[in-house]
């Protein structure tokens, strides 16, 4: 019996329920893998007089495993782990997958790295790596803030009309339901 060939369906964007769902239980996911190396790493420290050092080496192996993962998956799919929960993707305007480039750097690394980089790594470390190239420690808390108001802005994106938060925008991304979603 021959196939009958299917015209691909409209692309159906995302809801902003839907998209804070995926957002949630990948930030869920993400807590549930820290909380055993974490909780190993803290008995370690507490019972048996550890280096506290064990507590960050659990969690940057927990971070690290977690966004390889998300990668690999958004790459490959166009979905992160709550993404494919739910039933969305990430596609570009044309329908295919958006890749690693527009999927991973542009969508998240672009944001989140200089968010991670003025959060998490020591503000000592930071403003002595940033005074050896002639940076002043105001204008490292000026860029600092700078990241952490980009990273807080993206998300209110996502109530316009398009629903297409700021990295979605640069990527040149959106979100649909993947059932409405066939590969080109």
């Not at 997958?97 to 750097?105: E, Y």
């Not at 998240?108 to 790596?129: D, N, Y």
Request: net charge positive.
């Amino acid at each position: 019996m021959p196939t009958r060939h299917r015209e691909p369906l409209p692309l159906v964007r995302a809801s902003r329920s839907f998209r804070l769902g995926a957002l949630l239980l990948d930030v869920v996911l993400y807590a549930a893998l820290l909380l055993p190396g974490a909780a190993g790493a803290f008995i370690a420290v507490a019972i048996f007089d550890a280096s506290p050092v064990w507590l960050d080496v659990s969690n940057a192996v927990a971070a690290g495993a977690y966004v390889l993962v998300q990668a690999v998956l958004v790459a490959r799919t166009g979905q992160s782990l709550g993404k494919r929960m739910l039933g969305l993707r990430i596609v570009r305007p044309d329908g295919t997958l958006p890749g690693f480039v527009r999927g991973v750097l542009l969508r998240s690394w672009l944001f989140l790295v200089p968010f991670a980089a003025t959060s998490l790594l020591l503000p000592q470390l930071w403003f002595a790596l940033a005074t050896q190239f002639g940076f002043t420690p105001l204008f490292v808390l000026i860029l600092g803030y700078a990241s952490h108001a980009v990273y807080a802005i993206d998300p209110v994106f996502i109530l316009g009309r398009a629903r297409r938060c700021l990295h979605d925008r640069v990527a040149g991304t959106d979100v649909v339901h993947a059932a409405a979603w066939r590969p080109s």
